[in-house]
């Protein structure tokens, strides 16, 4: 299960400040008063951006698994929000999403793959928008729902990261990458399911 870690710093000071062993988890999301013996877990890498790791935590009661997602990355998505949130603006000022696939992703995988990378993320980001801007009245209230509308009301470049903050208690029930819900291996949603191998730590960099 994925919960929020807000570290209050920019993304790349993540890495490079290793903020993953400074994560703390004070009490189980599923015992609060104690007693399940919640043991931190080791911490795993993230592929992008390049040197991300997550901390972890396991409940041996609940046979479940805690992670500490970052403000800054895309939850079940490779990389972050904000590379999420370009390519959903880059597809809203396009002539054609070819176009828009043809320039983002002009790598091996073809048009047709580049095609389905680009709408996976522009479906996402088109569902959650709408949302967002029904649940932040007093924010965007009249705000049209598209990336450039909202990064203009927020006052942000990075409107993704800015909303999973301002809509930091609902993330349980929001769906990815902005939200944290949990989904079973048999679909829906729900605290089991796939759980993360266990994995040492990195032994730390030298002064």
Request: with cysteine; hydrophobic share 40%.
């Amino acid at each position: 299960m994925q919960l929020r870690f807000d570290t209050g710093l920019a993304g790349a000071e993540y890495v490079t400040r290793e903020l993953w062993r400074r994560a703390i988890l004070p009490r189980c999301p599923l015992h609060p008063r104690g007693g399940c013996g919640l043991a931190r877990h080791g911490s795993y890498a993230r592929k992008r951006p390049a040197g991300t790791r997550i901390a972890r935590w396991y409940c041996p009661q609940g046979h479940c698994t805690f992670s500490l997602l970052p403000d800054h990355l895309a939850a079940r998505f490779p990389g972050t929000l904000a590379e999420i949130e370009q390519v959903a603006a880059a597809a809203q000022d396009a002539c054609s999403l070819e176009a828009c696939a043809h320039q983002l992703r002009p790598d091996p995988i073809g048009l047709p793959g580049a095609l389905r990378w680009v709408r996976r993320r522009l479906t996402v980001v088109r569902a959650l928008l709408p949302l967002a801007v029904t649940m932040l009245p007093a924010l965007l209230q009249g705000c049209a729902a598209t990336v450039t509308a909202v990064r203009q009301r927020l006052q942000e470049p990075n409107a993704l990261e800015r909303l999973r903050a301002l809509l930091a208690r609902e993330l349980p029930a929001l769906a990815t990458p902005l939200g944290l819900r949990h989904r079973r291996r048999g679909g829906g949603d729900g605290i089991g399911g796939l759980q993360q191998h266990m994995g040492p730590d990195p032994p730390p960099a030298a002064a």
